[in-house]
């Protein structure tokens, strides 16, 4: 899961005297500082008094509408159906876009890499030990109703997500101690002594609900009644499984603060649902759908031809990317006993022939993965260092020798599809961990058939699954492809019933307890975690520790890098590939600011951006222009 992160600074008695102006008067407590923001290293970059972010334009009109696809999922989210619209439990299939339904204490800036400001929150004072932080509310902060939203809200929702929450919340707030409502505009949070470095801003970026509401209302059941919510946008109509809409309110009570001016521009955000990315792309190109992200190399590079294109009418372009890289890979199963020995997984590597995938069926345009944080400074490169070994030597006993020699990376074939050289490897390390033959067939060293099977939700990916496939089998691996429902296949994932299957997670600047969800041991037997691999490893677990109490940047950064180094000699996945720019297709009906965030592409997403959809605006201009009708 990505969080944003941010941090603690002293208020300076300017900043104090304007914030005293907003009604909240009393003294502060020895030791307290107050402040309108928090990140997690250094100074925010924007003062108590600024007026919007650099990336926005604060001018840009509201109306018109985004109709796009799922192009991120958090919680119990499924991009090709929904059945419920509690995206923070663990039941059902969550509809896209209910994230723009809630507000939080704190919005984050794209201009930082882990910075947020205040939101619901106006300011927070945090005591000397950093355990108790004191978020002060604005007393103008509504729900959709009308009702205020106040410090018991705030309280009810951080104990329940860590009571009832969706397994990827639960692991962040197990350092949680409490919340409580010391009035209705104080709300203090406490954390036990071993609290993660970033659980502030973890807190101060969950949904707020209502307590009201959910007292009326079971938080943990599937349905399609939408939560009562307070923030920019509420639902509007849906067809379940077709589409879900949601309508910007016009009475937005956090319309015009700093974190949203300039935000949340598009009277209507509109997400249709399909089950195959030629039937979406199809209705891309015939309008019903006027934005369009595009995961398909050979769709970008074939498939834009078509009459709209040549006439101007639809935008093809490439846009930087600020954005920390995401991972995405074909991960093994390590509860199965066909992965238990790291050979084996080396061996499989060694079958996929990325060289041939990448000029044959991608068009060279993407770049291989090979570090769990690529491209940063926290990513492990060659030798490890002296402050890397000093993380890594009291461990040595129990480590692979691969740890301290140079950084795993992913073997390079010679592009052929079916390297000799790389399958004879592949057999060699088969037998050194104990695999027979049987003829034609392999066998596990415990006897047992070697079968694998590949499980996804769609094709996109058969093409360079097959050939894998392929490969494998020339060593007598039994090895298929199963294609499943999105349902079934949410399902086998969170219950670990798999052998390999594609899992691919968003980049992050400042890692923190996020990780835990993904890494940690305790979280591999956890139902719906985000562990799906199931990667248990004690040294693991005590280095996301060294990740998580990293108190400076420079800190982090060779705690990340020992991480990446043990993950990666550990071989847990195959890793796949990552794109250098976000490919986007709109129709012109679009505006945007001449600048975008240092950490995002600025594209809309179309809700994936700070504030809900992004920065861009409805130009009726451009739409009458074109002809563009929606």
């Known amino acids: 899961m990505s969080l944003t992160r941010r941090r603690t600074i002293q208020l300076a008695s300017a900043s104090f005297g304007a914030l005293a102006v907003q009604g909240f008067r009393q003294a502060l407590a020895e030791g307290e500082t107050e402040t309108h923001g928090l990140s997690t290293f250094g100074e925010l970059a924007l003062p108590p008094d600024f007026k919007h972010f650099a990336y926005v334009n604060p ?51 794209s201009d930082e890499p882990d910075s947020i400001y205040g939101l619901v929150a106006k300011a927070v004072r945090v005591s000397a030990d950093k355990l108790t932080y004191r978020f002060l509310l604005r007393s103008e902060a509504r729900f959709h109703d009308g009702s205020r939203l ?14 009832k929450g969706h397994p990827m919340f639960k692991v962040t707030l197990d350092t949680l101690a409490s919340a409580e409502a010391e009035s209705d505009d104080v709300c203090a949070v406490r954390f036990t002594p071993q609290r993660g470095r970033d659980m502030h801003l973890i807190v101060a970026s969950l949904p707020i609900f209502s307590r009201a509401w959910y007292t009326a209302h079971e938080f943990d059941a599937v349905s399609l009644e939408p939560p009562l919510g307070s923030g ?116 499989i590597n060694y079958c996929f022939d990325f060289e041939w995938t990448s000029k044959n069926i991608m068009f060279n345009a993407y770049t291989r993965l090979r570090s769990y944080f690529q491209g940063e400074d926290m990513e492990a490169r060659g030798l490890a260092g002296p402050d ?28 052929s599809g079916s390297d000799r050289n790389a399958l004879r490897k592949a057999d060699e390390l088969l037998r050194a961990a104990g695999c027979k033959r049987d003829g034609g067939k392999l066998l596990l060293p415990n006897g047992g058939p070697f079968a694998i099977e590949f499980l996804d939700y769609e094709i996109g990916l058969q093409p360079h699954t097959g050939p894998f496939i392929a490969n494998l ?32 997670l968003s980049g992050v600047s400042t890692p923190g307890i996020g990780l835990l969800s993904v890494f940690s041991s305790k979280e591999a ?64 009906v679009f505006s945007r600011p001449d600048r975008q965030p240092k950490f995002e592409s600025g594209a809309p997403g179309p809700a994936g951006s700070p504030g809900g959809p992004g920065t861009w605006w409805f130009d009726a201009e451009k739409a009458t222009k074109i002809g563009w009708r929606g």
Not at 65 to 82: D, H, K, P, R
Not at 388 to 415: H, I, K, M, N, Q
Not at 540 to 565: F, H, S
């Open 59 to 109: 001018d840009a009109p509201k109306g018109g509408v985004l109709i796009g696809t799922a192009q991120y999922t958090i919680g119990n989210q499924n991009g090709e159906t929904f059945d419920t619209f509690n995206i923070y439990n663990f039941k059902g299939d969550g509809a896209i876009g209910m994230d723009n339904v809630f507000d939080a204490l704190m919005a984050a800036s």
């Open 150 to 163: 106040t410090a018991a809200d705030v309280a009810f929702s951080l104990m329940l997500m860590k009571e």
């Open 232 to 347: 920019a946008y509420k639902v509007s109509k849906f067809e379940q499984g077709r589409f879900n809409e949601f309508e910007r309110v016009k009475d937005y009570w956090a319309a015009n603060l700093p974190v949203n001016v300039g935000l949340n521009n598009l009277d209507r955000i509109r997400f249709e649902y399909y089950r195959e990315r030629q039937i979406a792309f199809e209705d891309f190109k015939a309008g019903k759908i006027n934005y369009h992200l595009e995961n398909t190399a050979r769709f970008w590079a074939n498939s834009y031809d078509f009459p709209a294109v040549k006439e101007g009418r639809v935008i093809r372009e490439e846009l930087p990317d600020g954005s920390p890289k995401p991972t995405q890979g074909w991960v093994f199963n390590m509860r199965r006993p066909q992965f238990a020995d790291r050979r084996i997984r080396e061996a």
């Open 388 to 415: 890397e070994l000093a993380l890594l030597e009291p461990f040595r006993a129990r480590l692979p020798a691969e740890v301290f020699g140079e950084a795993w990376t992913p073997p390079v074939s010679d592009g």
């Open 473 to 504: 089998k020339k060593l007598g691996i039994d090895a298929t492809s199963r294609i499943v429902d999105s349902v079934q296949f949410k399902r086998r994932r969170d219950a670990f019933d798999f052998d390999i299957m594609t899992f691919g």
């Open 525 to 588: 037997r956890r139902e719906g975690s985000q562990n799906v691999g199931g990667i248990a490893d004690t040294v693991v677990d005590a280095l996301l520790e060294k990740v998580m109490q990293a108190d400076t940047r420079e800190a982090l950064n060779v705690a990340c890098r020992a991480l990446d180094r043990v993950l990666r000699a550990g071989i847990y996945w195959v890793p796949m590939w990552v794109l250098e720019k976000k490919r986007i297709a709109h129709w012109d």
